[in-house]
């Protein structure tokens, strides 16, 4: 684990933490004082763009201003003013520049600027037409939650969320015709299903890594994409999956909560929103004992641990979500490895979306709020900068065409059959270790918002070396609150158990770990997690 000084300049307002690569002085972006700032990122020139509001805005419209600010705080121009209209299911409003220095990606528009955006006189904001009517499905709760473009500027791929707690991901040609943009050619390229039927055994499946999640950033030059993924583990990793084939390539290995890493113009570096700097709030236990097939019971806990570990801290828990630099070699290969938390002295201040790079590789970007600072209208927001003072760039990856379709993509009438059904989720079978022993699940809902899941793993093992013995399971629902337990152990090469009950209150609540005494007396969080050296104790996590 990585030591961090902070030593804060009260002139200058900047702090300086020091880590594995060296010295990061952070500080904040000044801006004037009417600017309320709603987010902002690095353009492609190095520039910042800034999203904002002010105190004179009309009241009850979708208000909005945009400026470009050099990240010294000179030179704020603003370039529009006006209202970002935002349809039902979108999420919110999103800035992605393009590399030509001229567009910005909002989500349901772009924002087009004449000359460019450094000298823009004049800004045109343009629709954009999603396909399959996804803004007015009514299976699909957000018909987009996260908007990427490509390098090239030909490309986009968006996450559509599913009003079945899943999603799927697309990618299509962003297409300009005479009054908008379309995305024209619209493939799948997340996974439909998780399990299928194993044909050699009747009742058996076979599982695979997830395609897909919310989409982050796209990497290899763009012929990958960083995303919120499946990287093989109990809870929520980054991973980079390919578009030129199908295979997945997981950036963090910390067995708590790792979700969006946005990797730096070499890719060498990366800037993660992840709970393994926050001791009080990361949830190591369900991630320290690595299983196979976990995510047939974790994947249900998905939504309860995003409410606790990141919207908790960020309305009323102490703790914080990042960001971490990290060195991508070391972040994708050591799980004990923390990086660099990128965290200032006062701890009133919790990171929010988005991170960026400046594209000479030295500088990055995020946002910060003051915690429990009300709703998206009330939120005090400001924008942070982390300088990596003792750190050499490499050359930037070089842009690549984005593949119009992967191998493994969907499209045509398939792609709407899958946009206009459900989930298809197997309520119970088995899995055959590939060594020997087997894997037996359980999986149901109601309909009315409760489910539960069962794995039970009986002598498994996929290559001879670890065995798995016991059982886990989640059951509950969003407004009443869950549990999940777990009974097992892995015994052989490494070594590890987990005796351990978790008790969540629902999201009315706050979505908090209960501690109290249950109906049998007992505490209703309790246990914990051993793999190798390492033991966590549920207890920890006591607010």
Avoid: C
Avoid at 79 to 99: D, Q, Y
Avoid at 105 to 116: I, K, Q, R, S
């Amino acid at each position: 684990m990585t030591d961090t000084t902070v030593e804060t300049d009260a002139t200058a307002r900047t702090e300086t933490v020091e880590g594995d690569l060296g010295r990061v002085e952070l500080s904040t972006l000044p801006l004037p004082a009417h600017v309320r700032p709603e987010s902002a990122t690095y353009t492609f020139t190095g520039s910042v763009f800034v999203l904002y509001r002010t105190d004179d805005d009309p009241v009850g419209q979708d208000w909005f201003h945009a400026a470009i600010v050099a990240d010294d705080g000179s030179d704020f121009r603003e370039i529009f003013s006006g209202p970002i209209p935002r349809k039902p299911s979108a999420n919110g409003v999103r800035h992605m520049p393009f590399t030509d220095n001229r567009r910005v990606l909002l989500g349901d528009h772009v924002l087009e600027a004449a000359p460019d955006l450094d000298s823009a006189t004049s800004t045109e904001l343009v629709d954009v037409e999603y396909p399959w009517g996804l803004d007015s499905d009514p299976l699909t709760s957000h018909h987009w939650s996260e908007i990427i473009v490509s390098p090239d500027g030909e490309r986009i791929a968006w996450t559509a969320l599913r009003t079945d707690m899943t999603a799927i991901v697309a990618l299509g040609e962003l297409r300009r015709d005479a009054d908008r943009y379309t995305i024209a050619d619209p493939v799948i390229i997340s996974s439909a299903d998780m399990l299928t039927a194993d044909p050699g055994r009747d009742g058996y499946y076979t599982a695979r890594a997830m395609l897909g999640g919310e989409v982050k950033q796209f990497v290899r030059g763009g012929s990958a994409i960083s995303s919120v993924g499946d990287g093989g583990g109990p809870l929520t990793d980054s991973v980079v999956q390919d578009l030129t084939a199908d295979r997945i390539e997981t950036l963090t290995r910390a067995p708590g909560y790792d979700e969006t890493t946005i990797l730096s113009p070499d890719e060498r570096l990366g800037i993660v929103m992840t709970s393994r700097a926050s001791h009080g709030t990361d949830p190591v236990f369900l991630g320290l004992v690595p299983r196979p097939h976990a995510k047939l019971v974790t994947a249900q806990l998905a939504w309860v641990v995003y409410l606790y570990v990141v919207d908790g801290v960020r309305r009323f828990r102490p703790g914080n979500v990042g960001p971490v630099l990290v060195d991508l070699e070391r972040s994708a290969t050591d799980p004990d490895y923390v990086g660099t938390p990128l965290l200032g002295a006062d701890d009133s201040w919790v990171y929010v979306s988005p991170m960026s790079w400046h594209p000479g590789g030295a500088r990055t970007m995020w946002m910060e709020m003051v915690r429990g600072s009300g709703g998206e209208a009330e939120r005090t927001l400001r924008i942070r900068l982390a300088e990596l003072l003792d750190h050499t760039p490499g050359e930037p990856v070089a842009t690549v065409p984005t593949p119009a379709a992967p191998p493994y993509a969907i499209g045509g009438d398939e792609a709407r059959t899958i946009i206009g059904r459900t989930a298809d989720t197997v309520p119970t079978g088995r899995i055959a270790g590939a060594h020997s022993g087997h894997l037996e699940f359980e999986r149901s809902s109601d309909g009315r918002g409760n489910s539960s899941a069962l794995s039970r793993y009986v002598d498994y093992s996929d290559d001879g070396l670890s065995f798995y013995n016991g059982e886990e399971s989640f059951h509950g629902s969003m407004l009443g609150g869950v549990v999940y337990e777990a009974d097992l152990e892995v015994t052989g090469a490494t070594s590890g158990e987990m005796r351990l009950r978790a008790e969540w209150s629902g999201v009315q609540e706050g979505t908090r770990l209960l501690f109290g005494s249950g109906e049998d007396g007992e505490q209703r969080s309790r246990g914990f997690a051993r793999y190798g050296g390492r033991t966590v104790r549920i207890e920890d996590l006591v607010e």
